[in-house]
């Protein structure tokens, strides 16, 4: 069974930086793309980084320039390392790994930018 597990989420003052990380039960290569998503109150799941099995990254708008997303096969770890952080994104963020026939999702960690 995969297990994707999150963790860094944390309270952080406005223009903070956080880093988030998700360590998989298996190795990272064995997932087509694997990502980040974010849940904010009363909004939907939406995507904010990816990276496929080549390398290859995509952003959402909002987060471009400030957030960026990088793993370690040897750790089978994917991190996402956010900068200038406003209220804005506040939000559980969520790991996801996809696979042919499997789409997984850890269990989020939270994020909270405050003052």
């Known amino acids: 069974q995969v297990q994707l597990v999150e963790s860094g989420g944390d309270l952080v003052q406005p223009g903070g930086s956080l880093r988030l990380s998700c360590v998989a039960s298996e190795n990272i290569f064995n997932f087509n793309r694997m990502g980040w998503y974010r849940h904010a109150p009363g909004q939907e799941r939406d995507l904010v980084a990816t990276?496929?099995?080549?390398?290859?990254?995509n952003y959402a708008d909002s987060v471009k320039g400030r957030f960026t997303i990088d793993r370690n096969g040897a750790e089978n770890a994917v991190w996402l390392q956010m900068n200038s952080l406003s209220a804005e994104d506040t939000a559980v963020y969520y790991c996801?790994?996809?696979?042919?026939?499997?789409?997984?999702w850890g269990q989020g960690t939270h994020v909270t930018v405050s003052s």
């Open positions: 990276i496929n099995v080549g390398g290859v990254t």
């Open positions: 996801n790994g996809q696979r042919t026939g499997g789409n997984y």
